[in-house]
């Protein structure tokens, strides 16, 4: 297992101008990392979906290099998308899993099967383009380059570090996060994209 | 005293209401009754259809391809519609932008009881979500999509399209 914070750093000298969307705990290391907000998009909203929405806007920008920081408890809500991302074939999406094997915004309980299940063969099954799994730094930084030179849709599955809290909610400091909203108004703007 | 009767909605209103509203992408589950009007769609080289594994993948698609800048339409069944509650919620209203939903409103009749459960709470979830939404049952009524377009357009928020005429126009061979 490694950091996200790690992994998030060693990923970021080779995102170029790509759209990069997280989620889960350990996709909140990447807003202290991220050295182009502009192009930072927050998709999330509802269980478990925002790869689907990750889906919907790589196919609408096919031009733009679209990178998704998914978590396997999110995943684990929708295994479908999957199917539905290798179905539409995207050559710009590169999805990553940040696997901590638990849900540890709520105390770091085990997802079903946590140790065992290989989301890297799902995805190879289901039909991606390519695949990878890393449970070390030095392997993804070594292998980092390359993978972002693949044609897509690319899946690269990696154990992290559980980053696990366990205050009651009210008591937690939370870090700032930019809503939604703004993300989408400065992506698009920097895109010169209008909503039709 | 001939009495006139209505015509079926043809899948081809359809298409040319999607046409006519700028869609560039059709999401959708497709169900039991409605083979030609997917072959219909897939047939038009200026529409995409992403073809999702659950109804609740639709509205977050829906919502990606929005902010890429495209025109979209869900089309799936009140069944997958309720499935998709959290989906609806997160990724449509919460969202703020205009989207149609094209549900076929499985187990509807007009004539009788309605049997069917699928049926019985389809407008009752609209109702709960604060959607509105206009049925659709011949072809005399395909203008209200144009409708719901506008008004999602006007409103930013999710319009829906009740199709209940699935078991006749939309399953030709």
Known sequence: MFDSADMFRAFQPHRGKSIVLVTGTSGRDWGDISEDKSRDLTLQGAMGQTNSATLGFALAQPNEKVVLFDSEGSLQMNLGVLATIAGKKPKNLFHFLMDNECYATTGGQPVPNASEINYAGMAREAGYAATYEFDNLEDFTNNIEAIMKQEGPVFVAMKMVPKVENEPIGRRVRRPQRPRAETIRVLQAELGITVA | ?173
């Not at chain 2, 989906?87 to 932008?97: E, V």
Request: proline residues 3%.
């Open chain 2, 1 to 173: 005293m001939v009495q006139q009767q209505a015509a079926l909605l043809r899948p081809e209103t359809l298409v040319d209401e999607f046409k006519k509203n700028g869609v560039t992408h059709v999401v959708t589950i497709p169900d039991s009754e409605t083979n030609y009007l997917y072959e219909l769609m897939k047939e038009q080289p200026w529409l995409d259809i992403v073809p999702t594994s659950r109804e609740g993948e639709t509205f977050a698609v829906a919502l990606g391809l929005t902010v890429g800048g495209k025109v979209l339409v869900c089309v799936i069944q009140n069944t997958g519609m309720m499935e998709s509650g959290d989906s609806i919620r997160g990724m449509a209203l919460d969202a703020g932008f205009p989207l149609v939903m094209l549900i076929g409103y499985r187990g509807w009749t007009r004539h009788g009881v309605v049997t069917d459960s699928a049926a019985r709470y389809t407008e009752t979830f609209l109702h709960a979500m604060g959607i509105n939404y206009y049925l659709v049952e011949q072809e005399d009524d395909a203008s209200r999509i144009s409708v719901a377009f506008e008004e999602a357009k006007a409103t930013s928020r999710p319009v829906a399209v009740l199709i209940g005429d699935e078991y006749h126009g939309f399953n030709r061979t």
